[in-house]
Protein backbone atom coordinates (compact mmCIF):
# COMPACT_ATOMS: atom_id res chain seq x y z
CA UNK A 1 0.00 0.00 0.00
CA UNK A 2 1.52 3.57 -0.87
CA UNK A 3 1.65 6.39 0.84
CA UNK A 4 -1.02 8.59 0.56
CA UNK A 5 0.79 12.14 -0.08
CA UNK A 6 -2.36 14.41 0.22
CA UNK A 7 -3.87 12.67 4.03
CA UNK A 8 0.09 12.30 4.95
CA UNK A 9 0.50 16.35 4.39
CA UNK A 10 -2.79 16.76 6.19
CA UNK A 11 -1.67 14.63 9.07
CA UNK A 12 1.45 17.27 8.88
CA UNK A 13 -0.31 19.84 8.94
CA UNK A 14 -3.01 19.74 11.26
CA UNK A 15 0.11 18.60 13.56
CA UNK A 16 1.82 21.48 13.27
CA UNK A 17 -1.25 23.91 13.98
CA UNK A 18 -1.95 22.15 17.06
CA UNK A 19 1.87 22.50 18.07
CA UNK A 20 1.33 26.18 17.69
CA UNK A 21 -1.71 26.07 19.17
CA UNK A 22 -0.36 24.50 22.38
CA UNK A 23 2.60 26.82 22.43
CA UNK A 24 0.57 30.48 22.09
CA UNK A 25 -1.78 28.69 24.64
CA UNK A 26 0.83 27.80 27.43
CA UNK A 27 2.51 31.32 26.66
CA UNK A 28 -1.11 32.80 27.56
CA UNK A 29 -1.65 30.70 30.44
CA UNK A 30 1.89 31.55 31.86
CA UNK A 31 1.11 35.45 31.62
CA UNK A 32 -2.61 34.85 32.97
CA UNK A 33 -1.12 33.05 35.94
CA UNK A 34 1.71 35.81 36.60
CA UNK A 35 -0.81 38.97 36.45
CA UNK A 36 -3.37 36.97 38.83
CA UNK A 37 -0.52 36.30 41.01
CA UNK A 38 0.17 40.53 40.66
CA UNK A 39 -3.60 40.75 41.70
CA UNK A 40 -3.84 38.63 44.39
CA UNK A 41 -0.76 40.05 46.22
CA UNK A 42 -2.52 43.44 45.44
CA UNK A 43 -5.60 42.35 47.34
CA UNK A 44 -4.39 40.64 49.87
CA UNK A 45 -1.62 43.40 50.85
CA UNK A 46 -4.85 45.77 50.92
CA UNK A 47 -6.80 43.32 52.85
CA UNK A 48 -3.74 43.26 55.60
CA UNK A 49 -3.27 47.20 55.39
CA UNK A 50 -6.87 47.62 56.65
CA UNK A 51 -6.72 44.36 59.13
CA UNK A 52 -9.37 42.99 57.26
CA UNK A 53 -7.59 39.77 56.57
CA UNK A 54 -10.26 37.66 57.82
CA UNK A 55 -12.95 39.07 55.01
CA UNK A 56 -15.33 37.10 52.83
CA UNK A 57 -15.09 38.87 49.50
CA UNK A 58 -18.49 37.90 47.32
CA UNK A 59 -17.85 37.68 43.58
CA UNK A 60 -19.54 35.74 40.43
CA UNK A 61 -19.48 32.42 41.07
CA UNK A 62 -18.10 31.98 44.80
CA UNK A 63 -16.44 33.95 47.09
CA UNK A 64 -12.89 34.72 48.22
CA UNK A 65 -10.80 34.31 51.14
CA UNK A 66 -7.64 34.05 52.75
CA UNK A 67 -6.81 30.67 53.48
CA UNK A 68 -3.34 28.85 53.92
CA UNK A 69 -1.89 26.35 51.56
CA UNK A 70 0.25 23.45 52.22
CA UNK A 71 2.68 22.32 49.57
CA UNK A 72 5.06 19.35 50.00
CA UNK A 73 8.57 19.58 49.36
CA UNK A 74 9.54 17.73 45.92
CA UNK A 75 12.19 15.13 46.73
CA UNK A 76 14.63 16.11 44.42
CA UNK A 77 18.19 13.59 44.74
CA UNK A 78 19.80 16.53 46.69
CA UNK A 79 17.13 17.00 48.88
CA UNK A 80 16.76 13.25 49.70
CA UNK A 81 20.35 13.25 49.94
CA UNK A 82 20.26 15.75 52.82
CA UNK A 83 17.10 14.25 54.58
CA UNK A 84 19.45 10.62 54.65
CA UNK A 85 22.26 12.70 56.38
CA UNK A 86 20.04 14.17 58.73
CA UNK A 87 17.81 10.82 59.22
CA UNK A 88 21.40 9.53 60.23
CA UNK A 89 22.69 12.20 62.62
CA UNK A 90 19.35 12.32 64.05
CA UNK A 91 19.40 8.43 65.20
CA UNK A 92 22.83 8.92 66.29
CA UNK A 93 24.02 6.48 63.35
CA UNK A 94 26.62 8.39 62.44
CA UNK A 95 29.03 6.19 62.44
CA UNK A 96 27.13 4.06 59.98
CA UNK A 97 25.95 6.65 57.72
CA UNK A 98 25.18 5.04 54.55
CA UNK A 99 23.56 8.29 52.31
CA UNK A 100 26.22 7.41 49.83
CA UNK A 101 25.59 4.02 48.73
CA UNK A 102 22.15 4.48 49.43
CA UNK A 103 21.94 7.03 46.63
CA UNK A 104 24.09 5.32 44.37
CA UNK A 105 21.87 2.26 44.59
CA UNK A 106 18.46 4.87 44.20
CA UNK A 107 20.32 6.10 40.85
CA UNK A 108 21.29 2.88 39.30
CA UNK A 109 17.52 1.84 39.98
CA UNK A 110 15.94 4.47 39.40
CA UNK A 111 14.65 3.40 35.86
CA UNK A 112 13.26 5.02 32.67
CA UNK A 113 11.04 5.16 30.09
CA UNK A 114 11.44 5.66 26.42
CA UNK A 115 8.86 6.79 23.53
CA UNK A 116 9.19 8.11 20.54
CA UNK A 117 7.98 11.55 20.20
CA UNK A 118 7.81 14.25 16.97
CA UNK A 119 9.78 16.93 17.73
CA UNK A 120 10.02 20.28 16.06
CA UNK A 121 13.30 22.04 15.64
CA UNK A 122 12.99 25.40 15.03
CA UNK A 123 15.41 27.33 11.57
Not at 8 to 29: A, C, E, K, T
Not at 84 to 96: F, I, P, S
Given at each position: ??????????L?????????????????????????????V?????L?????E??????????????????????T?????????????????????????????????R?????????????
Amino acid sequence: MALDRNQFGDLVRNWVHYDNLSQNLNRQIQNARKVKEEFEVKIMNSLKDYKMENAIIQVAGGKLSIAEEKHTNPLTNSRIEELLHEYYERTGRKAADETAEIMKFLKAERGSTTSKKLKKQTA
